[in-house]
Nanobody, 120 residues
Framework: QVQLVESGGGLVQPGGSLRLSCAASRTNFSVDNMDWFRQAPGKERELVAAISSDGRTNYAESVKGRFSISRDNAENTVYLQMNSLKPEETAVYYC??????????????WGQGTQVTVSS
């Protein structure tokens, strides 16, 4: 059973930083795209940042210049460095990954979510 295990959430003051991690475990598949989404109370889940297996990145306009996504392919791990955090970015942050079998089949997985609270 593939698992995406997230860590790094917590409480931070406005303007502060956090680093989220997400590791894909128990998989012999290759890990294709890895992404971070977030969902604030009463709002839809939204894409924050994405990174392909060859390192190409994509960011939501609202986080460009403040957030940075990276990955360690050897460890099947994706990171999200979040700087200059704002109170409105309080949300549950979810890791998402696309895994590909040797036959080319794709499987989508979600992490359990980690709470990020930006408050003074």
């Amino acid at each position: 059973q593939v698992q995406l295990v997230e860590s790094g959430g917590g409480l931070v003051q406005p303007g502060g930083s956090l680093r989220l991690s997400c590791a894909a475990s128990r998989t012999n598949f290759s890990v294709d795209n890895m992404d971070w989404f977030r969902q604030a109370p009463g709002k839809e889940r939204e894409l924050v940042a994405a990174i392909s297996s060859d390192g190409r990145t994509n960011y939501a306009e609202s986080v460009k210049g403040r957030f940075s996504i990276s990955r360690d392919n050897a460890e099947n791990t994706v990171y999200l460095q979040m700087n200059s955090l704002k109170p409105e970015e309080t949300a549950v942050y979810y890791c998402h990954a696309v895994l590909k079998s040797a036959l080319g089949d794709r499987f989508l997985y979600w992490g359990q979510g980690t709470q990020v609270t930006v408050s003074s």
